[in-house]
């Protein structure tokens, strides 16, 4: 089994659901939660509770320092149709990564003692993969 650090993590956005994606600057970490609803379907007589699988939800962060030199994330968030998303959890695995359509929400963070900072959150827009 490989390991790789974190610094060499990803993010390609597009700006629309048709756009192309490209990479996102000056971001320094993102997270993705692939929770499965469960449904409790505990009968009486069960030695332990029971569940059935529903579907996924699927959503995670983002966050990083503002680049004034680009408005992608803020286009992504009033994109009408979504956005096409890229996470690759290394540059040195380029050919693993999940992908897929999501909304796009976003926050901008500044303070008299730190730097510009730029965050956000996405949640799934139709089917999500994994390569």
Do not use: C
Request: avoid cysteine; charged fraction near 15%.
């Amino acid at each position: 089994m490989v390991k790789y650090h974190g610094r060499r993590g990803l993010v390609y956005m597009s700006t629309t659901g048709t756009g192309a994606a490209t990479s996102i600057a000056q971001l320094t970490e993102w997270s993705l939660d692939m929770a499965t609803d469960k449904v409790d379907v505990t009968a009486f007589g069960d030695a332990n509770k029971n569940y059935v699988v529903g579907l996924k939800d699927l959503s995670g962060s983002f966050a990083g320092f503002w680049d004034s030199a680009s408005d992608s994330i803020y286009n992504a968030s009033e994109s009408a149709d979504g956005v096409k998303m890229y996470l690759y959890p290394s540059s040195d695995a380029i050919g693993k990564y999940f992908y897929g359509p999501a909304w796009i929400d976003m926050s901008v963070s500044v303070s008299v003692s730190d730097a510009v900072k730029i965050s956000g959150s996405f949640s799934a827009n139709g089917s999500w993969g994994h390569v």
